[in-house]
């Protein structure tokens, strides 16, 4: 599937295409289905297998949701299990309407993104400010206990979803993305949809994901800033030599 952009007042001059592919040739695709397939093994779990089975008095379900997110009382958890749970928390979804949409939109500016850094790169970056909001959450939590509710537990992968897209459009701020074959929406007006869609799905009565969230917002407002001052890439307005932005003339 090719996704098609152009600047903001430019027409069919500047369009060009990204090439955003279904299959598992793409490997920000096959962390989706890694995410996807976990999220299965979690309902076959609960719902089909080992649903009479116990550890210690907890259903394996329990011990699974427990275990794997991220808990604001780490304390309660093994300390192995604790730090494996600020890698784990972000294939643990509880909410398939968050999986689904936190994929899409990881699938649709994931690939906005690799034209400029790379998929690695773009994957890489997932995962770390994925760790990094789930410090972030533990912290807030030590910080604000009598605001932040008792016993939070963080799952899914939106706080790293929400880096990848911020990234994305602090870098092509004022591009179009083409919907139909004249149609187009600022990149701008997606991604506050989105956002706004992604905190009703997610969003809990508790000031430590609202502090995560706005966490993941900012670092990748500033990691997109770093690129367009030229730390990362020195020239801005200029295409890299491996990119996959291809230009369609007139």
Request: glycine content about 6%; aromatic content about 14%; hydrophobic content about 50%.
């Amino acid at each position: 599937m090719k996704l098609y952009l152009n600047k903001n007042g430019k027409y069919d001059d500047s369009k060009y295409y990204v090439n955003a592919p279904f299959n598992l040739s793409s490997e920000i695709n096959r962390l989706i289905l890694a995410h996807l397939i976990l999220y299965i093994i979690y309902l076959l779990i609960k719902y089909l297998v080992f649903t009479g089975y116990t550890i210690s008095g907890q259903s394996i379900a329990y011990l699974v949701e427990h275990s794997l997110s991220l808990s604001s009382k780490p304390e309660v958890l093994p300390k192995a299990v604790s730090w494996i749970s600020l890698f784990s928390f972000q294939f643990i979804h509880f909410n398939a309407g968050e999986l689904l949409l936190s994929m899409f939109l990881f699938w649709l500016f994931g690939h906005i993104l690799s034209m400029e850094l790379g998929e690695r790169k773009v994957i890489l970056l997932y995962f770390i400010f994925t760790i990094l909001s789930g410090v972030v959450f533990l912290l807030s939590h030590q910080l604000f206990q009598i605001l932040s509710g008792p016993r939070g537990i963080m799952e899914g992968a939106i706080t790293g979803v929400l880096a990848i897209m911020t990234i994305t459009v602090t870098l092509n701020s004022s591009h179009h993305l083409y919907i139909g074959k004249d149609q187009r929406i600022s990149l701008w007006h997606v991604y506050l949809c989105a956002c706004l869609l992604a905190f009703m799905l997610v969003y809990k009565h508790n000031i430590s994901f609202i502090i995560t969230y706005l966490f993941s917002i900012f670092g990748g407002l500033h990691y997109g800033n770093m690129i367009l001052n030229g730390k990362e890439i020195t020239e801005s307005n200029k295409l890299p030599a491996n990119s996959n932005r291809n230009i369609l003339k007139a």
